[in-house]
């Protein structure tokens, strides 16, 4: 009669384990949370939308193989092909500005602003701002100078949105030291566009030195757009 022991503990490849070793327990992979899940088909998307060069010939069909996913898993979280799109290409964006205008809220909060303080800030603001451009350049082209229609949806319900929420959370710091900000609008623009610039040389010119270059732009945007902050002029 064999031993059914033995038998309960025959390995997949056929043979059983060595006296004294305990046998091989195999776990199943871990299920990946909703939020998790949507994040790798987010990714999966811009690889996809960036090696076709195009959102209109990009299939889900081809996102889907790229993330290793059926196609319903992908209509489980986005309604359509243009909400991938542009969740893809906005949310990098969106989440830095959130990270920013959080940034901001508190930048004076356990001391007030110096003028070197208010330049590092800034610095830091430019620095972020260029890593995120950078990296959904390629996806940002497609989306800004593709189809006007839908390039004009795009920087008025998400781009302008976004520039809109930083310029009034710098209107709220330069309040608080009792100046009024008359163009916070337009500083926004400045500064996202002297980004956008700079993520271009950075990604497309091996000679750009980016902390010389943002070291030169950020003093001139404070010189140029921002009052200069006396700690002793906060108001508590």
Known sequence: MADST???TVSESGHAPDA???PEVRTRPRRLTAEARKSSILKAARQA???TGDMNGTTIKQIA???????????RHFESKDQLFYEAVFEPLRQAIDELVAATEVVDLDEP??????VETLNGLYRQLIATLEEILPLLGLVLFGDPKVARRFYRKHFT????RLAEAWREVEDRYGFEFESPDISARAVMGIALVLALESRHNDLFN???AISLVTESTVKGFF????????RR
């Open 6 to 8: 033995a038998e309960q």
């Open 20 to 22: 004294g070793t305990e």
């Open 49 to 51: 939308f960036v090696e």
């Open 65 to 75: 193989e790229r993330g290793g996913i059926s196609e319903g898993v992908i209509y």
């Open 113 to 118: 602003l110096t003028p070197e303080r208010q």
């Open 161 to 164: 949105v976004a520039m809109d």
């Open 210 to 212: 980016r902390d010389r």
């Open 227 to 234: 009052p200069t902050l006396e700690p002793t002029r906060r």
